[in-house]
């Protein structure tokens, strides 16, 4: 992993701010809940797994912020923060399991000082950043296994070491063929409206020297025609309890060409995205976001003025449509609500 996404650095969270990748390189440095969730909210870390790590570092931040108020200034003080970080995005399932982590520990401890609240917060953070390149690395091996030697795989958003603390879920895969010795080339989908495949996957695969080819997303069906795909493999932001899967819009578009060309359609998830309160993907909220991402790129605005914008950031691709659900635990062939339950029960 030549870079960290997130990292602790002199009592502050340090964070690579994606939103300008790969023009310039910079971290950005964070010391409380209220500036983490702003964090997540514009983009400047992004990925389900990374979201999760930044939530729970976010949480720490805010207590060693609030350690020298009372008990009852600090208790109020962190609800609030609680409370912010919830709210910075609906989808990404990770958030939300990272903040009860978080709170079920808070609570462990609450007898404590706020300074020994605090410091027992950083460390269960420390752990689950620890922790996600672990899975990760996990998943790299069981997904690993499912790639030929010599493979052509599309994959569609940035699912690497940028989406997560480290290693990546779908390009964590890639990574640990490459390292198993394989040689893997990888078709990176340009991922509209914000780009997310041309700037931060293709960045990623340069910098380890892994063989990648941008396409826009519109051609992806082509490539699939001319045989020049043997697999697709794609992280996800959360997945129903039947299987159906969220990740960056344009996904299920991907998973239908997929199935028309008899091409195995892969999701690298953890287990915390899974999330067995959500029936199907039918109830899992998509976030809407800005008209602004669709009319042009940062400053400069193609789309003609007064034109109806819409912009849903993720789509949901139902579970008949997956190959497989490559997690921590192993493969889950042909998933759904049955072999979801029991993997879940480990």
Not at 203 to 217: A, F, G, K, R, S
Request: glycine letters at 8%.
């Amino acid at each position: 992993m030549k870079v960290e996404t997130l990292r602790w650095f002199n009592n502050r969270l340090e964070m690579i701010d994606q939103r300008i990748l790969p023009a310039a390189f910079e971290y950005l440095s964070y010391y409380t809940a209220s500036s983490v969730a702003e964090g997540i909210r514009s983009m400047v870390v992004r990925g389900a797994p990374a979201i999760g790590v930044a939530a729970a570092y976010g949480v720490a931040l805010e207590a060693l912020h609030l350690q020298e108020k009372s008990a009852d200034e600090f208790k109020t003080g962190m609800e609030t923060g609680f409370t912010v970080l919830a709210a910075s995005r609906p989808t990404a399932v990770n958030l939300f399991w990272a903040l009860q982590r978080m709170r079920k520990v808070w609570e462990s401890v609450a007898m404590q000082t706020p300074q020994q609240i605090a410091q027992r917060l950083l460390a269960e953070a420390h752990e689950i950043l620890a922790e996600d390149i672990r899975i990760n690395r996990a998943m790299g091996t069981y997904g690993a296994a499912l790639l030929k030697d010599g493979a052509r795989v599309l994959t569609h958003c940035n699912a690497g070491a940028l989406a997560t603390a480290g290693w990546g879920t779908a390009l964590g895969v890639f990574r640990s063929a490459v390292e198993a010795g394989k040689k893997i080339s990888v078709i990176a989908d340009e991922t509209r409206p914000f780009l997310q495949g041309a700037r931060l996957t293709a960045w990623e695969m340069v910098q380890e020297n892994i063989p990648v080819t941008l396409i826009t997303d519109n051609m992806a069906g082509y490539m699939m025609a001319q045989g020049e795909v043997d697999a697709v493999v794609v992280g996800t932001d959360r997945v129903a309890a039947n299987g159906d899967v969220a990740n960056k819009i344009g996904t299920y578009m991907v998973a239908v060409l997929a199935r028309r060309h008899n091409i195995p359609f892969y999701v690298a998830c953890p287990l915390s995205t899974i999330d067995m309160n959500i029936a199907s993907g039918a109830d899992i909220p998509i976030e809407e976001r800005s008209v602004d991402e669709v009319k042009g790129f940062r400053d400069y605005h193609w789309a003609a003025e007064g034109v109806k914008i819409r912009n849903p950031a993720f789509d949901v691709t139902p579970a008949e449509l997956v190959s497989g659900l490559i997690t921590e635990r192993g493969v889950v062939l042909l998933p759904d609500a049955q072999s979801i339950r029991q993997l879940m029960l480990g």
